[in-house]
């Protein structure tokens, strides 16, 4: 398979994005989003993850096969916390008589 | 086993091809190191059965006599530790999977030879922690390492196991990562997908277990010894973490693990009927796919492991359900095993002895794990010996079973050579009837309400525990007959030719042992899989290699 070669610029752009975004992470954790908090966290580190899967680990290049192994792995993951956390949220359902 | 006296074997193989230590250390040649692999699990299967050997020899009475509490949980939790990550885990897959795969679809090697030999190294330094932690002591948490025990109060070599298990698990990925490379890009010309033996589905569903499951365990450990070491709150609620968030994790790769032991025996098992029976698998499609779908359904129903653990009842609900459709897949690959042999030219070479045990060890294994599903019946059971008897049934009576039907079946292309038929089958029986006397026992004894894990019991329990403790050791015995035999067979016994079952196969289209490249030349397949042909024909030419 023929190697995609990528620009040293594109590198530098994903490098300085992820250094904002961290700088944004660190920033926001200093206010108080409430119920947000976490979901704004987390949504930063999803577009961190996702840049360094597409551009530093080359996904964005790779083939379809590549893509589908890729994107197993992501379902995987959300197997684990959808199933996870189908114990948390659902703890609170069940009322114990006094 | 018998066989004509003119046989001669090739007079280079990849056995012979070069000399000396270092030939081995460095080979790259898939064959070779399964067979580097083949040392280092018997090893490791020898020292997993010393543990159980304490075990039994403690349980032979009601109280504390041969160790005590502090010992004897250390004997369980390496005896799990050591049979479970250094044996059960790679066995198949390591052994009979890397001297496999490459033969059975046509290839020269494994589509990364230097990072199959790398994955061995990985696996020799992961079990090196783990032995250093047993000589300094062991570790008593159990082989589930539950927290916050594990991370918090146990005084045992929690840190040093939990890196051996950590570093095993890199091997594990990468022979993973090696067979789904090699299954997608290098198979034969012709050789579709759905020409494949069933062995190589089987392989390919339990590599998507190891490298979708392994880093969760990896990750979980690493949390773990952040804990213990660092004190960072993550499953101790004194530090202000949640345990049941560490059996989450721990069971999301664990019991998924139990299909990446026992994926590869099914694929063995699924060889030796056809083989054996001379007949195209009944339903070879569904017991393809019902391969993938135990390794898919196998990752949503870890939380059966958890009914007691104060994880909501709901949760319960749906793991109990998804644990119930999970038997649907295997179901339907015993029933075609049963089916294929309908009218089959059946053979009861001692490969296929170890089938029938197989099957029969599964379904008792299988069912009862119906019965643990179950909600109910499991507050009854849990944390008792009908667990402790459940999961041997599955992963010694399958995978061990699995393991060494297929040993036998290709010890002859293995070493080119044939052992003694009739010490085999003795061998079979032995360990059938040791199995049965050790595990069946414990059915009972945790129907009744003994707790698994105790190194005392009531005195009305003995009567069971000796019968369990006998079983034992006549099993014992029946795993060293092989060794010896085996053994004896590499320097004495007769040159096996190139295909001594009449099987169908690539693999026993080359000659035994095979060349280091395999094949003289690339085969193209035009012929489905398990296609017998004539049956008498067969028969004739099984009768004829066989004498």
């Known amino acids: ?98 | 086993m018998e066989t004509v006296a003119e046989i001669t074997p090739p007079r280079t193989h990849y056995l012979n091809a070069t000399y000396g230590v270092k030939s081995w250390l460095l080979t790259t040649d898939h064959k070779r190191i399964a067979l580097l692999y083949l040392a280092s699990v018997t090893f490791f299967f020898f020292l997993g059965g010393l543990f159980a050997a304490g075990i039994r020899i403690e349980l032979l009475t009601p109280q504390g006599d041969f160790v005590q509490a502090e010992t004897y949980n250390r004997m369980f939790t390496m005896h799990g530790v050591v049979m479970i990550f250094l044996f059960l885990i790679p066995a198949i897959p390591a052994v009979l999977g890397n001297f496999l795969v490459p033969l059975m679809i046509g290839a020269r090697d494994l589509a990364f030879p230097r990072i199959n030999l790398l994955s061995w190294y990985i696996y020799t330094v992961g079990a090196l922690f783990a032995v250093l932690a047993i000589l300094f002591g062991g570790v008593d948490t159990g082989w589930t390492f539950y927290t916050p025990y594990s991370s918090t109060y146990s005084n045992g070599n929690v840190i040093l196991t939990g890196l051996g298990v950590f570093v095993v698990g890199f091997s594990s990925i990468l022979t993973g990562l090696n067979f789904i490379v090699t299954i997608h890009t290098m198979r034969a010309p012709g050789l579709t997908w759905f020409r494949l033996p069933l062995f190589i589905w089987a392989h390919y569903a339990t590599s998507l277990i190891m490298i979708l499951g392994t880093p969760v365990i990896a990750v979980t450990i690493l949390l773990l010894a952040l804990e213990r070491l660092a004190h960072v709150g993550i499953f101790d609620p004194a530090l202000g973490g949640d345990p049941v968030l560490f059996q989450h994790l721990f069971w999301f790769y664990s019991h998924p693990a139990v299909y990446i032991m026992v994926l590869p025996a099914m694929g063995v098992i699924s060889e030796l009927i056809a083989n054996m029976s001379r007949k195209r698998i009944f339903g070879y499609k569904f017991v393809a796919f019902a391969s993938l779908a135990i390794a898919a359904f196998g990752f949503l129903v870890w939380g059966h492991h958890m009914f007691v653990s104060t994880q909501s009842v709901y949760a319960g609900m749906v793991f109990s359900f998804l644990s119930y459709a999970v038997a649907i897949p295997s179901a339907v690959k015993v029933f075609n095993w049963t089916a294929t042999l309908y009218k089959g030219s059946i053979s009861y070479d001692t490969p296929m002895l170890y089938a029938f045990g197989f099957i029969g060890f599964f379904i008792i294994g299988g069912m009862t794990g119906l019965f643990l599903a179950a909600l109910g019946v499991d507050v009854h059971v849990h944390d008792t010996y009908f667990v402790v008897a459940h999961f041997h049934y599955i992963m010694v009576g399958g995978t061990i079973m699995g393991y060494l039907g297929g040993l036998h079946y290709w010890w002859p292309k293995i070493t080119g050579r044939l052992y003694s038929e009739a010490w085999a089958r003795f061998a079979a029986l032995v360990i059938f009837v040791g199995f049965n006397l050790t595990f069946f026992p414990q059915f009972l004894l945790g129907y009744m309400g003994m707790p698994r894990r105790y190194y005392a019991y009531p005195p009305e329990f003995q009567v069971l525990n000796v019968m369990s403790s006998a079983g034992a050791s006549i099993l014992g015995v029946g795993y060293l007959i092989p060794v010896i035999y085996l053994i004896w067979s590499m320097r004495y016994g007769p040159h096996a030719p190139a295909n001594p079952w009449g099987a169908a196969g690539l693999e026993w289209r080359t000659s035994s042992p095979p060349p280091t490249l395999n094949f003289e030349q690339v085969p193209v397949v035009t012929w489905e899989a398990y296609e017998f042909g004539d049956p008498s024909e067969n028969a004739e030419s099984r009768m004829e290699n066989r004498g």
């Open chain 1, 1 to 98: 398979m023929r190697e995609h070669i990528v620009s040293p610029k594109i590198y530098y752009t994903i490098f300085i994005a992820l250094t904002v975004l961290t700088v944004v992470t660190w920033s926001v954790a200093k206010l108080d989003l409430g119920k947000m908090n976490a979901v704004v966290a987390m949504t930063i580190a999803v577009i961190k993850a996702t840049l360094v899967v597409l551009y530093f680990m080359h996904v964005r290049y790779s083939s379809r096969l590549t893509w589908v192994f890729v994107g197993a792995g992501f379902f995987w993951l959300a197997i684990m916390v959808a199933l996870t956390l189908s114990d948390y949220m659902t703890r609170g359902w069940l009322t114990i008589a006094q």
